[in-house]
């Protein structure tokens, strides 16, 4: 049994470790409304930009793109958006879990992984099987200045690998924001992206200037670096969830195994105090003798 100066060590680093765990989980309190307040901005405009697709691609006799091509899908890019940082519970292991199903799910194809995120690239680095040659040197810095230019940058070079036929599709794995306490695991096509798919799109009478072969051709590249800019800005804001979450796990079990060490260490006080107490009353009897 641990003696009373081992219990009070325990205590005082558990108590550290406590105040440690509440200030990260101010901080991702404080980071996680400005994220969620971003997100929940950029979705209606994500899926109206998609909506305004669908229905000018309705209007169009042969809708056709570059980028809604069809293939037998030989070569496929997983792109697996994690955390740089960690102690944020099973967020970042999902997403791993989720990609290794993938790549068991395509193993008859040519598969390539690109995280962003460190945590996603440290579990993953085993199962890179390419890379694209132009992506920037370290694509988790774009966490640090989660912005849509340095996004544009990345959604430029898959749509470009995309083009050139080095990928015939790709894969978003990423955690969707629903609330600070619920994180959803998504697997989203990124590319091909489906036309005409929704038979209850509108027939809308739009009057198009120039024409909607043209419109197409420039909504689609913007829908594309919007659609992948809405799953960063998602993963972010859940993200400070899961890690708000765990550090207030992690706080109220600190503040539990405090209370069952402090109670550890009162009887094992009192019990030392009995002994001494019994020992000075034998001692005082043994002399009377």
Excluded: W
Aim: hydrophobic fraction near 40%; proline fraction near 2%.
């Amino acid at each position: 049994m641990a003696n009373l100066k081992e219990i009070r060590i325990r205590i005082t680093s558990v108590n550290s470790t406590k105040q440690i765990t509440q200030a990260m989980k101010m901080v991702s309190a404080s980071k996680l409304k400005r994220a969620q307040r971003a997100i929940e901005q950029m979705r209606p405009y994500s899926e109206k930009l998609s909506k305004i697709i669908q229905n000018v691609s309705s209007n169009t006799a042969e809708t056709e793109s570059v980028y809604s091509k069809e293939s037998e899908n030989k070569r496929v890019l997983i792109i697996a958006i994690s955390s740089n940082r960690g102690l944020c519970g099973a967020f970042n292991a999902n997403v791993s879990k989720k990609v290794n199903h993938l790549i068991l799910k395509y193993r008859n194809a040519d598969v390539s992984v690109f995280a962003i995120g460190k945590k996603a690239n440290d579990a993953l680095k085993g199962k890179h099987k390419g890379n694209l040659e132009n992506f920037p040197e370290n694509p988790h810095s774009v966490f640090d200045d989660l912005n849509f230019e340095n996004v544009s940058l990345i959604a430029e070079e898959i749509m470009k690998a995309y083009r050139d036929g080095t990928f015939d599709q790709v894969i978003l794995v990423y955690n969707s924001f629903k609330n600070a306490g619920v994180q959803i695991l998504k697997e989203e096509q990124f590319l091909p992206i489906e036309l005409n798919v929704d038979s209850a799109v509108t027939n809308t009478d739009y009057i198009f200037e120039p024409n909607e072969e043209e419109i197409l051709e420039d909504l689609i590249p913007n829908s594309l670096k919007v659609q992948l800019f809405k799953a960063l800005l998602d993963s972010f804001a859940a993200e400070h969830g899961a890690r708000m979450t765990a550090m207030h796990k992690a706080t109220d079990n600190a503040e539990e195994l405090i209370k069952t060490l402090k109670l550890t260490y009162n009887k094992l006080r009192q019990a030392s105090i009995t002994n001494e107490i019994l020992e000075i009353v034998s001692g005082a009897e043994a002399l009377a003798g």
